[in-house]
């Protein structure tokens, strides 16, 4: 098996907190996710062990299911979630928040570990056709979104 980490950053003009509490509300993930869903299993407060259900797209897959799961929340500063994906399996997510100047950088890695042919495919075309794209997109979103 492979493992295969990828970060993305943006630096947003927006207080901790704020960029805290906006991440670590998945239900919100919408918002800056283009064709996503999610929504809490059950009622209460953002913390470790809490569950979601999420649909999203994966390049020409529409309204793919995933389970995901709060692993880390440890405000303002580190939020991670793992999302169990179909065809991926676990597929860690984990957001860092760093005050600079004012402002905030988010950094958000994506951990998954993979079959090594799978991971070479990831690393030659899913990733740079697909992922860092879409990564890049979201990120985008999140940055206007906190700005706004």
């Given at each position: 098996m492979t493992t295969t980490v990828r970060t993305s950053?943006?630096?947003a003009r927006a207080s901790l907190q704020t960029a805290f509490d906006y991440v670590s509300d998945l239900t919100r993930h919408p918002e800056w996710n283009g064709g996503l869903k999610?929504?809490?299993v059950s009622p209460?407060?953002?913390e470790v062990g809490k569950e979601y259900v999420s649909h999203?797209?994966?390049a020409t897959q529409k309204d793919?299911?995933?389970t995901v799961q709060v692993t880390e929340y440890a405000?303002?500063?580190v939020f991670s979630f793992v999302a169990l994906d179909p065809n991926f399996g676990k597929v860690f997510h984990t957001f860092n928040f760093t005050e600079q100047n004012g402002a905030v950088l988010i950094s958000r890695t994506m951990t998954v570990t993979l079959k090594p042919l799978l991971a070479l495919l990831f690393r030659l075309f899913i990733y740079p056709m697909i992922g860092r794209p879409s990564m890049?997109?979201?990120m985008s979103a999140l940055k206007r979104k906190l700005e706004t």
């Open positions: 950053q943006v630096l999610i929504e809490a209460g407060p953002v999203g797209v994966v793919r299911p995933n405000p303002p500063r890049n997109k979201s």
